[in-house]
Each structure stands twice: as structure tokens, then as C-alpha cells.
């Protein structure tokens, strides 16, 4: 079955460590986006990218970064520079045609600063 | 961005209509509305999208005012299992084909037994 596989589910990291999520989609989506929610709130843009070798920054992206090299993955590194990292992470794509089609998003990474 | 007011939280009774309303007064000509839900810990779910004409799929149904200001996402049956946070969105251009979704805080519907 097609869909966006996120891991790992759960994910410990240590203050000052950069940590990277990664985000694979197998429905040959053209773009893919980041989302971090924290609780009771809603998702806020991080990054996203509509094509390979190309992304630009969301709302929220100081202290995150990306990379598209393949039009398959789209992982999301959170850096040391990132002051308050403990959230939940998602991923989605979307493919460009048709145009109206809503985003297919993932299971989610549930990252915890310890 | 167009900005969407929604109820924090709605109670539905089993079996019963569940409307869900949402306000977006400031909504341009050429945008989109969205609803999505989202079950704890869970990624969103897309339900259904419309620009201005009223739009059913076999999830829900989805009514557009004709001034375009509010919409009303109808689940005509609801189960314990429509329990989630949901989600009314308007869709922004970002250039070329390309736009973003923003998610606030949604409504919380609770069906109860």
C-alpha cells in the first residue's frame, strides 16, 4: 500500500545533539512538508519542498534544516540550535497534479529532549 | 492568511448529525477550504475540500455560505470512532501552483454513547 512512513515513533535526544527524522513517501508525491505541533495546539509549518532539490522555509524553521534528494524522502534534522525541540513531528506530501488534492500526512515522531 | 474561527469543543450524541462550524470571513475569491481531523497522537485525516459549492464524499458533507464568510462540515451519522480535533482550514497561494495549509486549533468533538 502507498503511503508516508515516519521514524522512528518515539525518539529520545540528548541537549546540544542534533537528531534527524526521517520521512518517506512510496505515492510519488512531488511535494512534502514538515509540521510541528505541540500539545493542545495546532501544526505549524517548519519546511517544505515541491520538488527535488528544492525547499523553502515554513513559519517556524530557525533551528531546523532539510534536504530533498530524492523525490522520496524529505528527513528533517532539529539542531542544538533549536531551543525547545520536545513536540510532535509530521510529515506530508502532496502531489502537484491535481491541484485541489489535500495533503497525505504521517504517523508522526514524538520527539523528547531529556 | 485567511484566518478560520472555530468552537474549542462540540458534544454529539451517537448516531446523531454532528455540524461543525467554522468562520472565515476574510477568505479571498480563489482560496479553498479544507477540513481535516485528527485522532490523538495520530496524523491529520483529509475529510473534504470545497471552493464554493456545496461538496459530499462518503465521509462527510461540507456546506459553504454563498458569501463564503463561514462553512458547516456535516458527519450525518456520527460514531465513537468520529471522536478527534477538527480541523477548518483555507488553502494559501505561495506562488506559481504551490500553497500551505495552516492549522489552528480546531474543533474538539466528542461523540458520546
Known amino acids: 500500500d502507498g503511503g508516508i512512513t515516519q521514524s522512528p515513533k518515539y525518539l529520545f535526544r540528548k541537549e546540544g545533539q542534533n537528531v534527524t527524522l526521517s520521512c518517506e513517501q512510496n505515492l510519488n508525491h512531488d511535494a512534502m512538508y514538515w509540521y510541528r505541533q505541540d500539545p493542545g495546539q495546532g501544526l505549524r509549518l517548519i519546511y517544505y519542498s515541491q520538488i527535488v532539490n528544492d525547499f523553502q522555509k515554513g513559519d517556524i524553521a530557525e533551528g531546523y534544516s532539510v534536504s530533498r534528494e530524492k523525490k522520496e524522502s524529505f528527513p528533517l534534522t532539529v539542531t542544538s540550535a533549536q531551543k525547545n525541540p520536545t513536540a510532535f513531528y509530521l510529515c506530508?506530501?502532496?502531489?502537484?497534479?491535481?491541484?485541489?488534492?489535500?495533503?497525505?500526512f504521517g504517523s508522526g515522531t514524538r520527539l523528547t529532549v531529556v | 492568511d485567511a484566518k478560520t474561527t472555530q468552537p474549542p469543543s462540540m458534544d454529539c450524541a451517537e448516531g446523531r448529525a454532528a455540524n461543525l462550524p467554522c468562520n472565515h470571513s476574510t477568505i479571498s475569491g480563489n482560496e479553498y477550504v479544507y477540513w481535516y481531523r485528527q485522532i490523538h497522537s495520530q496524523g491529520p485525516q483529509y475529510i473534504i475540500h470545497?471552493?464554493?459549492n456545496n461538496e459530499t464524499n462518503e465521509m462527510a458533507s461540507l456546506i459553504i455560505t454563498e458569501d463564503r464568510k463561514s462553512s458547516t462540515l456535516i458527519l450525518p451519522h456520527a460514531t465513537l470512532r468520529d471522536t478527534a480535533v477538527y480541523y477548518c482550514i483555507v488553502r494559501v497561494a505561495i506562488g506559481g501552483s504551490n500553497y500551505k495549509l495552516t492549522f489552528g486549533k480546531g474543533t474538539l468533538l466528542t461523540v458520546n454513547p
Open positions: 506530508a506530501s502532496r502531489d502537484n497534479q491535481p491541484l485541489n488534492y489535500g495533503y497525505t
Open positions: 470545497g471552493l464554493k
